[in-house]
């Protein structure tokens, strides 16, 4: 099981292009599994974590409805935002600058196979960020993606979840909300969740962040829990 992990940070990059790198590595992995499994080799396959930013961006998950973008194509140039179906799990929702947006292309294999731990492990991994800021998170009955105050009518959404995973190879991943302009979640039904609000660690602690100090708290608890070797 290899569990070295190379780390990536692409910085602000446009989201189509984010995309095409990722189905790169996640195509090349899977077909090394495929001629492991057909050849009866055992070649080592690779494992990211990449971070990123976005330009504004809108992208709807396979199973997502339509109707929970709010904009029409008019609506979507006046706030410069674009929009993507795509072919992860899950609902619709935003990127944009001041969101830690995090894809984990791991070969599971070299981990653990059961997709749930996996999805609840990187929730802990934020969860476990926050408490360094002293804020208490945890996870919503019934719902992917990291709340605070999940038990009362005051539960609101500082990190969005949604992965693909085939043959135990991962992409996409998730989005976490840390300087990010939380006026561009009025224009969607976020995750098709239209009752409970969206929030950021800079509107629960009244400042901003320093973004590579966040991620540098994320990255560390990501790889401990994961038991990462990160490179």
């Known amino acids: 099981m290899n569990k070295v992990v190379k780390f990536i940070d692409w910085g602000l990059t446009d989201y189509q292009d984010a995309w095409a790198k990722q189905e790169e590595i996640f195509d090349e992995t899977v077909a090394l599994k495929g001629k492991n499994r057909t050849e009866n ?20 998950g396979k199973s997502g409805h339509p109707e929970n973008l709010l ?6 140039k006046n706030k410069l935002a674009t929009y993507y179906k795509i072919n992860r799990g899950g609902d619709i929702t935003y990127h944009g600058p001041g969101q830690i947006v995090g894809y ?3 070969d599971l294999d070299n981990f653990f196979t059961d997709i749930h731990l996996y999805l609840r492990t990187l929730e802990e991994a934020v969860i476990l960020t926050l408490a360094d800021y002293g804020i208490t998170a945890g996870r919503y009955t019934g719902f992917t993606g990291v709340w605070l105050d999940a038990d009362n009518e005051k539960a609101r959404k500082i990190c969005a979840l949604g992965v693909r995973c085939s043959r135990w190879v991962t992409m996409h991943g998730f989005a976490f909300n840390v ?6 979640f ?3 039904v976020p995750c098709g969740i239209d009752d409970k609000d969206v929030t950021s660690l800079e509107r629960e602690l ?9 991620k540098g ?10 038991k990462m070797e990160l490179i």
């Open 41 to 60: 080799t055992e070649i080592e396959t690779s494992n990211y974590l990449v971070f990123c930013e976005h330009p504004h961006v809108y992208t709807l």
């Open 71 to 76: 904009l029409d194509e008019e609506g979507l």
């Open 104 to 106: 984990p292309i791991l």
């Open 179 to 184: 300087n990010t302009d939380l006026d561009y």
């Open 186 to 188: 009025k224009n969607i």
């Open 206 to 214: 009244g400042r901003k962040l320093d973004m590579e100090e966040v």
């Open 217 to 226: 708290k994320l990255k560390n608890h990501i790889a401990q829990l994961f």
